[in-house]
């Protein structure tokens, strides 16, 4: 299972737009690259999942390069409520592949 | 989206006994669904995977005699956590891939959690 290496914490201030990159250096051909938003006591919330290249929905963009070493969340414009710890999750689809957590990045979002 | 669904939100419950708790996928059928644990300011723990009508595979380290997962249909996965001790105090969610990935990508869904203190 690839590991992710994320940046244990960022502040920004609202209206900003918030970077957060992901390293996962062993990423295997059919893992998928999917992203997480975590409140205090409530479970991850999808936020955006993609294979290569830009995937860009309605909350975020996610940007990966050709190697796909990495990955990098693109959060437009954030506001006070973007305020939470951000996931960044590799795996394969179907069957029995499991979703492994590592630390997290903890979003500080300042008025 | 996909909802998943835990209840009881919140359980307390004494020291030795039971407590269950349900994950239910609401729109859709799971083929897989997997048990986490996580502990305040602390990441996700994957306790176990289970798959519908098998027994349930368990990380290293979680006790499977302790915590009994039953995954008796494509939309409803439980956990139980048997003789409960102050050190199972934690807040356990649930994640359930959709069985037509076709429609829903690779994405997995996950509950609003549930919070269990033992006393």
């Known amino acids: 299972l690839a590991k992710t290496t994320q940046p244990i914490s960022m502040d920004s201030y609202e209206g900003q737009e918030v970077n957060i990159t992901c390293s996962h250096n062993n990423i295997a051909t059919n893992d998928y690259i999917t992203w997480y938003q975590q409140f205090p006591s409530q479970g991850p919330r999808f936020i955006i999942q993609?294979?290569?290249t830009k995937v860009t929905n309605e909350v975020a963009s996610l940007f990966i390069p050709a190697d796909r070493k990495s990955s990098t969340l693109s959060l437009p414009r954030v506001s006070l409520s973007d305020t939470a710890v951000y996931y960044c999750l590799v795996g394969a689809s179907g069957g029995y592949n499991k979703l492994i957590f590592g630390a997290g990045t903890r979003l500080a979002v300042h008025p | 989206g996909a909802v998943v669904s835990q209840h009881p939100s919140r359980v307390i419950c004494k020291s030795g006994t039971s407590v269950k708790i349900e994950c239910r996928s609401l729109d859709f059928q799971a083929t897989t669904m997997f048990w986490y644990r996580q502990f305040p300011k602390q990441s996700l723990m994957l306790m176990a995977t289970s798959n519908e009508g098998s027994k349930a595979t368990y990380e290293q380290g979680v006790e499977k005699d302790k915590f009994l997962i039953n995954h008796a249909s494509l939309t409803l996965s439980t956990l139980t956590v048997t003789s409960a001790h102050p050190e199972d105090s934690s807040f356990y969610i649930c994640s359930a891939r959709p069985r037509d990935r076709a429609n829903s990508g690779n994405t997995i869904y996950f509950g609003e959690g549930s919070w269990l203190t033992v006393v």
């Open positions: 993609g294979y290569k």
